[in-house]
């Protein structure tokens, strides 16, 4: 090699890697995540009665799991992920059962301890609106009810939608299009029956 060759310089990256971000705990995913999950198996559909139980189990199968999540999606994300596949099981599980009575479901209020400042009469006044818009879910089915509750409730984008129930982006929007007409429907049926009662 002749002597004024320049001399191969290895490759240096500009930017030093950086180091891949820890997982969360359990602990901390159970802590940030908890009203997440309540939230969303109760929009979706999930009976005050067995809602504890759906929650423990979307817990354990996050606890069991997320020792392998990936970060390919947000983990809001993969946990909508998981509380859809344990509602649907949930769904499938009382549709084999068979109708059950409807007695002592009535839902509760959005508070587990309601806070002092609201009076009862606010309580009253909010749990009903609660039940009005449990009414109104129910009343689509559940593939529209899930892009509804998804985003609006938790404000999940379309497109992280479409990634945690496994369809394509247009599919999102066409159910979300499609749901939001049958909730405004829904929505102005109730009102004019409410209108009826009225003196």
């Known amino acids: 090699m002749p002597a004024d060759a320049p001399t191969a310089v ?31 198996a109760r929009g979706l559909g999930v009976s005050d009665a067995a809602l504890d139980d759906v929650v423990q189990e ?25 509380v859809l596949n344990v509602v649907r099981h949930h769904r499938r599980s009382l549709a084999r059962k068979g109708p ?12 587990e301890q309601p806070s002092p400042a609201k009076d009862p009469f606010e309580r009253a006044s909010l749990s009903e609106h609660v039940r009005m818009l449990e009414r109104l879910l129910d009343s689509l089915d559940d593939e529209k009810r ?19 129930l496994g369809i394509n982006l247009n599919t999102t929007y066409s159910r979300l299009r499609l749901a939001r007409e049958q909730f405004d429907a829904a929505l102005r049926r109730e009102r004019a029956r409410q209108r009826g009662r009225q003196p």
């Open 10 to 40: 290895p490759y240096r990256s500009a930017e030093p890697a950086a180091p891949a971000e820890a997982l969360p705990t359990f602990a901390e995913v159970y802590e940030q995540w908890f009203g997440f999950v309540w939230r969303s």
């Open 58 to 82: 979307i817990f354990v199968i996050v606890h069991r799991r997320l020792p392998n999540f990936e970060r390919r999606s947000s983990l809001r994300t993969w946990l909508s992920g998981i």
């Open 100 to 111: 059950r009575p409807a007695q002592g479901d009535e839902p509760s209020e959005p508070d």
């Open 146 to 164: 899930e892009v509804l509750v998804l985003t609006e409730l938790q404000e999940l984008s379309a497109p992280e939608i479409a990634d945690a």
